[in-house]
């Protein structure tokens, strides 16, 4: 099947700082890529739907000022969480849609866990 | 997209089958079933999607009842690697296209 990576696997950052994640696609081209977020011991949230070279369309109660999408290429997306605080501590996935397979075939990445100090 | 119920948590016995329950009485008709599992710490694996006919693959068998009000997702000869929390979903092809992820079942397979 095909791969989603995600990098890093894991990153500790001070409160106030930024940290980007970022989601590729390796051996497929992806218009669509999706960003979730999991608290321990709890299903997958959806954040956000982002579009190659459009704007990231937000769920409801998702800050996009704080939570910053970017999907520049059929194949990278990042997600850029803003000025952390240790409530922003959880498991980030992304997920992304092979343009080539159509509308069934979505593949995850790994996941990557952040924890704010 | 409709709702889906899956029961909190199963065990199974290594080797044995594993059929996971899934009710989602709302369905459309538009709507197909998918099926995805999340290895603990990992990201969620697909697994296998139907509309309303059986279907079988490598991994696991769909079975989807005559009214579509809900489906079993059987692994034939669990092993311990099957354990994971397994994801019902049901989504239309149109839309906005997302995955929506409820509880799951946490499965258990048992040596």
């Known amino acids: 099947g095909a791969v989603v990576s995600q990098h890093p696997s894991w990153v500790i950052c001070k409160s106030g700082t930024s940290v980007k994640i970022e989601c590729r696609s390796l051996?497929?081209?992806?218009?669509?890529m999706f960003w979730y977020r999991q608290f321990p011991k709890q299903s997958l949230m959806l954040m956000a739907t982002?579009?190659?070279?459009?704007?990231?369309?937000?769920e409801q109660g998702v800050e996009k000022d704080k939570f910053l999408i970017n999907h520049a290429s059929l194949t990278l997306s990042t997600l850029t969480v803003t000025s952390a605080h240790p409530e922003d501590s959880s498991f980030y996935i992304c997920?992304?849609?092979?343009?080539?397979?159509?509308?069934?075939?979505?593949?995850f990445g790994p996941g990557t866990r952040l924890t704010v100090t | 997209d409709a709702k889906t119920t899956q029961p909190p948590s199963m065990d199974c016995a290594e080797g044995r089958a594993a059929n996971l329950p899934c009710n989602h009485s709302?369905?459309?008709?538009?709507?197909?079933v998918y099926w995805y599992r999340q290895i603990h710490s990992q990201g969620p694996q697909y697994i296998i999607h139907?509309?309303?006919n059986n279907e079988t693959n490598e991994m696991a068998s769909l079975i989807i009842t005559e009214d579509r009000k809900s489906s079993t997702l059987i692994l034939p000869h669990a092993t311990l690697r099957d354990t994971a929390v397994y994801y019902c979903?049901?989504?239309?092809?149109?839309?906005?296209?997302?995955?929506?992820f409820g509880q799951g079942t946490r499965l258990t397979i048992n040596p």
């Open positions: 979903i049901v989504r239309a092809p149109q839309g906005a296209q997302k995955l929506v």
């Open positions: 982002s579009n190659e070279g459009s704007k990231a369309t937000y």
């Open positions: 997920s992304a849609r092979d343009r080539a397979s159509g509308f069934h075939e979505q593949y």
């Open positions: 051996d497929f081209q992806a218009t669509t």
């Open positions: 709302t369905i459309s008709g538009n709507e197909y």
């Open positions: 139907g509309l309303k």
